[in-house]
């Protein structure tokens, strides 16, 4: 069983910046690949990042490609999304999501546990 806690969320204006952490509970998590989803008011949750379970490999969704940098620290069970030139469009709930022994990304991926999400709002 692994737990996931985001946090890190908050209000910010456009171009600005924010990091946000997903602290994983449990002594496996570094066999977890992991990715950070999205879900703005009335669309559905949308995929914006991932890392492989050794962090060796990462993939974005096309509209963060060159502003969001995922990144991962097992030492600390955490993985993290550092979000640059924000945009009001990123607006969302984010949520991070584990993949046990994911190597490779593939958009049919089934995540086997989810975060409660935390909020992200940006204004122009």
């Known amino acids: 069983q692994v737990q996931l806690v985001e946090s890190g969320g908050g209000s910010v204006q456009a171009g600005g910046s924010l990091t946000l952490s997903c602290a994983a509970s449990?002594?496996?998590?570094?066999?977890?690949?992991m990715g950070w989803f999205r879900q703005a008011p009335g669309k559905e949750r949308e995929f914006v990042a991932y890392?492989?379970?050794?962090?060796?490999?990462?993939f974005y969704e096309d509209s963060v490609k060159g502003r969001f940098t995922i990144s991962r620290d097992n030492a600390k069970n955490t993985v993290y999304l550092q979000m640059n030139s924000l945009k009001p469009e990123d607006t969302a709930v984010y949520y991070c999501?584990?993949?046990?022994?994911?190597?490779?990304?593939?958009?049919?991926?089934?995540?086997?546990?989810w975060g409660q999400g935390t909020q992200v709002t940006v204004s122009s």
């Open positions: 999501a584990a993949e046990f022994g994911g190597s490779r990304y593939s958009p049919r991926i089934s995540y086997h546990y």
């Open positions: 449990g002594r496996t998590f570094s066999s977890y690949a």
């Open positions: 890392i492989t379970y050794s962090g060796g490999s990462t």
